[in-house]
């Protein structure tokens, strides 16, 4: 399986120290994990410096880790299904990318962070096709969390997630880890899966983990 | 010796030259602050680089894939072109492309607004009145707008090198929006281009996913029906009649004098004391003598006026920023003139 990670995602994970455990996870080599030429650009990582500004030392610091293992998308997708995503403002242009490149092959999958865009995917028209095409083959940060947390303790998973800002990194994280320190395993994977559920229930063909 | 290595888009900004869009606009204003050419050296990342043109600027993205092809804004067939003096068309594509794409970022950004409204001039007039003492002004108006779910836009950042319109109408999924381009701070100008776009909307002269592009909007031009209803709309809406005519005795006033008088005129009638000094100075001087002299008498009225501060300062409390993806909110703001 071909992984696809955007900006977004990868950023989340570092920022909660659990990217190896989401490739765990996700039963993804480093070398199977692609993302776009631009995003070691947009994430301020070719200037160490600035990156260590924007996102704090320590998260500058993983996120070069995992720039180093991921390997970078070199071929454009085609030209017409790319056309046809033109002016589909919720979506952003990278991830626009991603999505038209995975359409062309059965075998990958894309993990993103922005569910805003997942939802313009399954409902804008103009994307049909291309979410068909997607059919379970796309993966949001809820469900990769939730998985984290079957596979590992929770108590561990809690501690990284608090000791990042959560909320500011990603509002359902934030609210599904909310009560801190005595955040539940329970109710925490409830409000995730409630997440998960509703991206579903507004038509996104998600994943479905073994 | 050392040779400085090609961009991988030299070829690209040279061909958007062409189309008079500067080289540094589209490194200032296009692409996202990150950017680098580095990232376009790859297939994809050029596809990026691409898509973001294609975007920002409503270049048609297969002329820009194709490095033999001449560059063409995208199919434009839905603008309705009120274009002035020698104007033609081809010379305000490139401008009326980029309007509309920021039109449909707008319109996103704007999904969480109320229903828009559709009103009569003297309904709105009254409205707004019925908030304020004094008259329709232009922070009256501009909330009447967003809160009739009619976003209004500043574009404070386009190419210099394009020619501009005063003001925009479009309807984009449903959506009215104005937009709003004449670099002016004065409120009483952008008040006038405001409710005359606004009349195009509620006149019906906009069809949804259409626009009217108004290259020049003033008074009393001649013009075609549409634009003679809109102006028509515009008074009844600021001065509750379509027909007021702002007339002086036979000598002109110094700036002053006008200013003084415009205030009073304005309080008698509940009229904007701008928009008088300016009805005045178009009735007594149709072919636009006497604007500077009226400019004169708005700087006396309103020294600190900054009204394309104000239309941006709605935006951005208004607008929906999490709507948008944050590349698209980033353009947004930099097109408006945000800092």
Redesign the interface.
């Known amino acids: 399986m071909r992984l696809l990670v955007d900006n977004d995602i990868v950023l989340k994970l570092a920022s909660f120290n659990l990217w190896d455990e989401a490739l765990a996870c996700l039963e993804a080599a480093p070398e199977d994990v692609r993302w776009l030429p631009t995003a070691r650009f947009a994430l301020d990582l070719h200037r160490g410096e600035a990156a260590a500004r924007r996102w704090g030392a320590t998260i500058a610091w993983r996120l070069a880790g995992i720039a180093a293992t991921l390997r970078v998308l070199e071929e454009a997708p085609n030209d017409a299904v790319v056309a046809g995503l033109i002016n589909v403002v919720g979506i952003d242009v990278g991830e626009r990318l991603l999505f038209a490149t995975a359409a062309a092959s059965d075998s990958t999958v894309v993990a993103t962070g922005d569910k805003q865009s997942l939802l313009a995917l399954a409902n804008d028209p103009r994307c049909a096709a291309v979410h068909e095409r997607l059919r379970g083959r796309l993966i949001c940060l809820e469900q990769i969390v939730l998985q984290i947390l079957a596979h590992n303790a929770f108590a561990d998973v809690r501690a990284r997630v608090l000791q990042s800002r959560a909320l500011e990194i990603d509002r359902a994280v934030g609210i599904a880890f909310g009560a801190g320190e005595q955040a539940d395993e329970r109710e925490v994977r409830k409000a995730l899966l409630g997440y998960v559920t509703e991206l579903r229930s507004k038509g996104v063909e998600l994943y479905t983990f073994p | 010796m050392r040779t400085a290595r090609k961009s991988p888009i030299a070829a690209d900004l040279k061909r958007l030259r062409a189309l008079r869009v500067p080289t540094a606009y589209v490194r200032d204003v296009v692409l ?1 602050e ?3 050419d ?2 376009a ?8 680089f691409h ?2 043109v ?2 920002c600027l409503g270049i048609d ?2 002329s820009l ?1 194709d490095p033999q092809a001449d560059l063409a804004p995208t199919d434009l067939s839905g603008v309705k072109f009120k274009l002035t003096g020698n104007t033609t068309q081809d010379q305000v594509a490139v401008t009326s492309a980029i309007a509309m ?1 920021i039109a ?2 707008a ?2 950004a704007g999904r969480s607004l109320p229903e828009a409204r559709e009103e009569g001039a003297a309904t709105i007039r009254d409205e707004v009145l019925s908030e304020r003492d004094s008259w329709v002004d232009f922070d009256g108006l501009l909330d009447w707008c967003w809160n009739a779910g009619i976003p209004v836009l500043h574009l404070s950042k386009l190419p210099k090198t394009l020619r501009k319109m005063h003001g925009m109408a479009v309807k984009v999924a449903g959506r009215p929006l104005i937009l709003l381009c004449k670099n002016q701070r004065q409120p009483a100008w952008q008040l006038f281009i405001l409710a005359h776009e606004l009349g195009h909307l509620m006149l019906g002269h906009v069809a949804d996913d259409e626009a009217l592009f108004d290259q020049e909007v003033r008074d009393g031009v001649a013009q075609d029906q549409e634009e003679l209803d809109a102006n028509t709309f515009a008074l009844e809406l600021l001065c509750g009649d379509g027909d007021t005519r702002v007339q002086a005795a036979d000598r002109w006033p110094k700036a002053p004098q006008l200013a003084e008088a415009a205030l009073r005129y304005g309080q008698r009638h509940r009229i904007d004391p701008g928009h008088v000094a300016l009805n005045f100075a178009f009735s007594a001087s149709p072919d636009g003598k006497l604007y500077p002299l009226a400019n004169a008498a708005l700087k006396i009225l309103d020294p600190g006026a900054d009204a394309p501060a104000q239309v941006r300062d709605a935006a951005v409390a208004r607008l929906d920023w ?7 909110s980033a353009y947004l703001m930099r097109v408006m003139g945000v800092e």
Not at chain 2, 41 to 48: D, F, L, R
Not at chain 2, 322 to 328: D, G, K, T, V, Y
Request: proline letters at 9%.
């Open positions: 996202p990150w950017w680098d580095a990232a050296t790859s297939p994809i990342g050029k596809a990026e898509l973001i294609a975007e993205f297969a894939r794409q449909r970022h319109e996103v999490s709507a948008l993806p944050a590349n698209a």
